[in-house]
């Protein structure tokens, strides 16, 4: 359904997004992830992205908006999408966001102002995302930020004053940020 691809989770009641679609995608190759997706029949909350679930394919933006039930960005889930570019704003109840996630698109902006249940940002992260400038402000809740995470972004700016739960930032973190600055 406009280029997404669901599996119903083990427990009946909620899905991730598991592929995309490119037949039904949206000819602006903008994807946007709802709350809940309908199969005719049931309505089910949309709890994650899965593993790989966009990996490699030529969408061009992310709408994460309206996903208020999403709780998790897994791994390579939007890994090497190189025509991904924009901002992405990741919502409120979304705990983590997963080894390689990001990894070489085009973003050039994040807003983590509204996920205030953040926990971590696994390794790679957003590796490569070469466009991604601006500050990068991290949440309250995040404990722990992974190896490579920010590796050989554009950002200019990193605010740590409110995460305040931050116990480990890992090596090479924000290493080749050429743009960061600051105190």
Do not use: H, M, W
Not at 139 to 146: E, H, R
């Amino acid at each position: 359904k406009d280029g997404v691809k669901y599996t119903v989770n083990s427990d009946g009641t909620t899905v991730k997004v598991s592929g995309y679609d490119e037949e039904s995608a949206p000819s602006d190759g903008k994807i946007t992830i709802a709350a809940t997706v309908s199969d005719g029949t049931n309505t089910y909350d949309i709890t994650s992205i899965g593993e790989y679930a966009f990996n490699g394919t030529a969408i061009k933006g992310i709408d994460l908006s309206g996903a208020t039930n999403l709780q998790t960005i897994c791994d390579n889930a939007f890994n090497s999408c190189q025509s991904l570019s924009g901002s992405v704003t990741i919502p409120a109840k979304v705990t983590s966001i997963g080894n390689n996630a990001f990894r070489r698109t085009a973003i050039t902006a994040l807003d983590l102002s509204g996920a205030t249940a953040l926990e971590t940002i696994s390794n790679n992260a957003f590796n490569g995302c070469s466009s991604l400038s601006g500050t990068i402000t991290i949440p309250a809740a995040v404990t722990s930020i992974g190896n490579y995470a920010f590796y050989s972004t554009a950002i200019t700016g990193l605010n740590l004053s409110g995460a305040t739960a931050l116990q480990t930032i890992c090596d090479n973190a924000f290493n080749s940020c050429q743009s960061l600055s600051g105190s």
